[in-house]
């Protein structure tokens, strides 16, 4: 301790006199970094670490950092890791030359993941191709570390030296790719992404898309049209549709979003504007409200049919009342299903109804719902309207044998809102006390016992 101590006064000392720019200033650097190297290399932690932060945050200049780096062969195994990690935050892309030899020379897993991390904020557009071999990896940091750098790398011609290799990779590793682009927000990737949207591989379209929901804008939905039209089953061509909405919704005036959709679907044969109406339903709005309603009206069958499929997408409650007719009128039972799980989902949807309005269209849903699954979604939904006539509504189900787990998680979801529950505190403990006597769902019983207490719960991350 007293070595460290004294060691501790004398870079103090140095990095005075290196700040007092006088005729000696050179001499206080030069000093300052020999002492530094002689730290790096002590074998004690706590004398390293004294020598890491002067790395990182003292002794200025790329002479400097020459020197620190060409230590890293001269250290042990777990000091390399230490100075990797300092001269990635020091900066200084004069160390770089150095990483990328020990990350060629190191069969340590520890050095390499380091060396590999310290590329991010050292490297170079030529580290771009060195960084995807890596994220190659069969081991898993080593290509966690790759993706991570991948994102950080900042020089110039990065993002399309990433784009054009993500062109001619394997299927698993373009979609990687196409993360880190996104990841990086490289919207010049846009037109290759477009490419990638309409790839013959499922999982390559899903990212694209998925990227483009992100990155693309209104003059590229014409393109991502396309990649709807290419999905092969039903997920991914919700996801698509999805993505094309994404897009849409970045236009500020409500009334719009759904022109560039519009006028892409002009130039399509008639079966795919046909299809492209379920994505339109997606985006809402008087124009594309007026295209769906005129094939709802058709006297053909089908095209009722995409038309009804197309208003079940609708993103809010506007049309609750027209879907609810449809419910009502439904000329199948699978329209009726569609309508109905759709009215379920837009019922409580926030806007100028009141919370009473939004819980009596619930109401109305479960009083037509003729399956056990379809009950569930109106409990489950009964959650959103955070008022306690939803608590007094989805309570009696608890009593249900088919409904009990599903309305005793709704009564602990509207208990979670504390000020909900206090405001009705001893309403709300009865209705957990019913529920820890009817759960069979041990976290379900936890968290009303936490709610009774006044505890709080936080909703545990996902495993993996």
């Not at 002689?38 to 932690?45: S, V």
């Not at 609750?320 to 837009?346: F, S």
Request: a neutral charge.
């Amino acid at each position: 301790m007293m070595r460290f101590g004294f060691l501790t006064l004398v870079v103090t000392m140095l990095i005075a006199g290196a700040g007092n720019r006088n005729h000696a200033a050179a001499q206080d650097d030069a000093e300052l970094v020999q002492v530094v190297v002689e730290l790096l290399g002590d074998k004690d932690k706590d004398i390293r670490a004294l020598g890491l932060e002067q790395v990182r945050t003292q002794a200025k200049g790329e002479a400097a950092t020459k020197l620190f780096a060409a230590q890293l062969p001269k250290l042990p195994a777990d000091a390399q890791v230490g100075l990797l990690s300092a001269l990635a935050d020091r900066g200084d892309r004069a160390a770089r030359p150095a990483v990328v030899e020990l990350l060629g020379a190191s069969k340590d897993e520890a050095v390499r993941v380091a060396a590999i991390a310290a590329l991010g904020p050292l490297g170079k557009t030529d580290d771009a191709t060195l960084l995807v071999g890596l994220l190659k990896s069969d081991a898993k940091p080593e290509a966690a570390a790759a993706r991570k750098s991948l994102v950080r790398l900042a020089d110039d011609g990065v993002g399309a030296s990433i784009s054009a290799q993500m062109k001619a990779a394997e299927p698993a590793l373009r979609v990687a790719l196409i993360e880190v682009l996104v990841a990086r927000r490289e919207k010049a990737a846009v037109g290759d992404l477009l490419a990638a949207a309409v790839d013959e591989n499922e999982k390559v379209r899903a990212a694209a898309m998925a990227a483009l929901g992100e990155l693309a804008s209104a003059e590229h939905v014409g393109g991502m049209v396309q990649g709807v039209l290419a999905a092969t089953s039903n997920a991914e061509r919700a996801a698509a549709e999805k993505a094309v909405m994404f897009v849409c919704e970045r236009i500020a005036d409500p009334d719009k979003r759904a022109e560039p959709l519009i006028a892409a679907m002009e130039g399509l044969k008639p079966e795919d504007r046909d299809a492209m109406l379920s994505t339109l339903g997606r985006i809402g709005g008087a124009a594309a409200l007026a295209r769906i309603e005129a094939a709802i009206s058709d006297t053909d069958a089908k095209q009722r049919d995409v038309g009804i499929r197309a208003i079940c997408n609708w993103p809010d409650a506007s049309i609750a009342a027209r879907i609810l007719e449809l419910a009502t009128k439904a000329e199948t039972p699978e329209q009726r299903t569609m309508a109905l799980r759709a009215l379920i989902r837009v019922a409580p949807l926030a806007d100028k109804r009141t919370d009473k309005e939004r819980l009596e269209l619930l109401a109305k849903a479960m009083k037509m719902a003729q399956r056990d699954d379809e009950r569930k979604l109106v409990l489950q939904r009964s959650r959103a309207v955070r008022t306690v006539e939803s608590l007094r509504y989805v309570l009696p189900y608890v009593d249900d044998a088919k409904l009990s787990e599903t309305a005793a998680e709704s009564v602990v979801e509207l208990a979670h809102h504390r000020a909900l529950r206090d405001a009705n505190k001893e309403e709300f403990h009865r209705a957990l006390d019913k529920v820890i006597a009817k759960s069979k769902d041990a976290v379900v019983v936890d968290r009303a016992k936490r709610y009774k207490r006044g505890e709080t719960w936080v909703r545990p991350k996902p495993s993996g």
